[in-house]
């Protein structure tokens, strides 16, 4: 059983640019979460979605950050217009269960900014 | 609200020693607790959980936790440190958000090194 994927691994994009980080949940998994680690800080929460709807976003910067996880394909969290602020490591979990499941992490995708 | 306090951002021990890494929460409600190891540009793995029942808590690789009500902690511990533990360890508590979802809180981390 695959873990949770995502990809690219390492993106670098100049002021200005579009991110788009992609999620696949483990097999079975329909629920997915994402969080942002900056540097020598812990993980944050951002958002908390099911496929086709976005239940918690309550840690999603206001402006230029957006997540969808569509019926089919993987979750993506789009930053439009990055900013040096931005550069962090960006992490999903899937789990089972709405509560009481485990959260199981990728390996992260490492965006910087230039 | 949730928060989680870990004490110590690096920690050093000796081949061979006890490794012992701290945890306090805060929580409103009876938490669920966590153990996150985190290697070198790698995603976060669970190392153990606590959420009813026994409060000494069994993880993977040796490791141990154990829930402390009336401290408000979940210390980490394992007997003999090894050079395969050299990490970064993340405590975390769950929380039920006003949405009825499950998310974490985190704490900053600690590094683990482990000295030959």
């Known amino acids: 059983n695959a873990g949770v994927m995502q990809n690219p691994r390492h993106l670098v994009r100049r002021r200005g640019q579009e991110a788009r980080l992609r999620c696949s949940p483990m097999k079975g998994h329909s629920h997915v979460y994402w969080y942002r680690q900056l540097p020598e800080e812990g993980l944050k929460f951002m958002v908390y979605l099911q496929k086709e709807n976005i239940i918690d976003e309550s840690g999603m910067p206001k402006e230029r950050f957006s997540a969808e996880f569509p019926k089919e394909g993987p979750s993506i969290l789009r930053i439009q217009q990055v900013v040096r602020g931005d550069s962090a490591a960006y992490f999903c979990a899937s789990s089972p269960e709405q509560v009481g499941g485990v959260q199981y992490f990728g390996p992260g995708t490492r965006l910087t900014v230039t | 609200a949730q928060s989680v306090t870990q004490l110590g951002s690096h920690v050093s021990v000796s081949e061979g020693a006890l490794v012992l890494l701290r945890c306090n929460y805060s929580s409103s409600v009876p938490p669920y607790l966590f153990w996150y190891v985190q290697y070198p540009n790698q995603g976060l793995q669970l190392l153990l959980k606590?959420?009813?029942?026994?409060?000494l808590v069994k993880g993977i690789n040796g490791f141990e936790a154990e829930f402390k009500k009336s401290e408000t902690s979940f210390h980490l511990t394992k007997p003999s440190a090894h050079m395969s533990d050299a990490a970064e360890y993340f405590c975390a508590v769950s929380g039920i958000s006003n949405f009825g979802n499950e998310k974490l809180t985190f704490g900053t981390g600690t590094r683990l090194t482990i000295i030959p």
């Open positions: 606590y959420t009813t029942g026994a409060t």
